[in-house]
């Protein structure tokens, strides 16, 4: 009996949802760059999140079909990585706060949709603290990730190359941090590159994709290999093991990424990446043209998923009432 409630059935694609599932990877990919964003809150807002952990968690055991599920997915996250370093990238160094506004606004508006996971759920001390913990997760991470990327009492940013020396060690540090990226991108609420901040790895990760920095340093690859297994490990075990969960306390599980996920938002405004525009600011004067371009940016934000979740949601309730009749 177990096993059976364990067991999830995948949708079988039409054109419509292909480019869905492919729209969800590319979240998932973009959010390895932007600092707070979570991919897997899209997967939730397009009621895909549950048969993603299934299909990540239990590809080896049915290949074909978990593939076929997965294939647009995957897709859809080498564009959104290829697209944050190409394009996202470049404007959150001319734009940083607009850009980060609007992300802000498409996870605020989306925030209904994980919140409506609980509805029904019967409130316990045990899923207060979820939640709180939840909360505070992402919100540490970004304070955390903002004290040790701006020198406290400077004015100064302080950027060190951590790969300028490779030592074997680095393979297995970077296996253990690609695991918990992995992770990040399978919990909602949850931000790769917020991880990365904290530990003081993303500038230099960053900035050691380029074709000269690989000839003076071909020593990097290591550094990247041990990021690629330790992601592969953390996102097909952590996939595995929530779906697990799901089956056996579901609603207390979602107490906890509610508050990843609001705590994400916040994350958003406290990070390594944005305190560098706070600390131009206080040194030159707030950008009025950046703060204002960045609410209308926020609003467009939450007004669009908002509207992306009402549709959902009312395409979910069409969808009950057929089967009902």
């Not at 990843?260 to 040194?283: H, K, P, R, T």
Request: with cysteine; net charge positive.
């Amino acid at each position: 009996m177990a096993q059976e409630s364990l067991e999830i059935a995948l949708i079988k694609y039409n054109k419509k949802t292909w480019c869905k599932s492919a729209l969800l990877g590319f979240f998932i990919g973009l959010a390895v760059i932007v600092p707070g964003i979570s991919g897997s809150t899209v997967a939730i807002i397009f009621k895909l999140y549950d048969q993603f952990l299934y299909a990540v968690g239990n590809l080896f055991k049915k290949f074909k079909q978990c593939f076929a599920f997965l294939l647009p997915i995957g897709i859809g996250m080498v564009v959104g990585v290829l697209l944050g370093f190409i394009t996202v990238k470049q404007l959150l160094e001319f734009l940083p706060f607009a850009i980060v506004c609007l992300f802000a606004g498409l996870m605020c508006g989306a925030f209904p949709a994980v919140k409506d996971e609980l509805k029904g759920a019967e409130c316990n001390a045990k899923r207060v603290v979820l939640f709180v913990l939840g909360l505070i997760i992402p919100v540490g991470l970004g304070c955390f990730s903002a004290l040790t990327s701006v020198g406290v009492g400077t004015q100064t940013t302080v950027v060190a190359d951590k790969f300028a020396n490779v030592e074997w060690w680095h393979f297995l540090l970077a296996l253990l941090i690609g695991a918990v990226v992995g992770i990040t991108q399978i919990v909602p609420g949850l931000s790769a590159s917020a991880f990365l901040m904290a530990v003081g790895w993303f500038s230099s990760i960053m900035s050691s994709v380029s074709m000269t920095y690989w000839q003076t340093n071909p020593a990097v690859f290591l550094v990247y290999a041990g990021l690629g297994f330790g992601f592969l490990i953390g996102f097909f075990a952590f996939s595995k093991l929530l779906t697990y969960v799901f089956a056996k306390a579901r609603h207390t599980a979602y107490s906890m990424i509610v508050g990843l996920s609001l705590g994400s938002i916040l994350s958003m405004f406290c990070n390594g990446d944005i305190m560098e525009v706070y600390v131009s600011w206080a040194q030159n004067g707030a950008a009025v043209l950046d703060i204002v371009l960045g609410v209308a940016l926020f609003a467009v934000g939450v007004v669009g998923a908002y509207l992306l979740v009402q549709y959902e949601r009312k395409k979910a309730t069409g969808s009950m009432q057929e089967n009902i009749e």
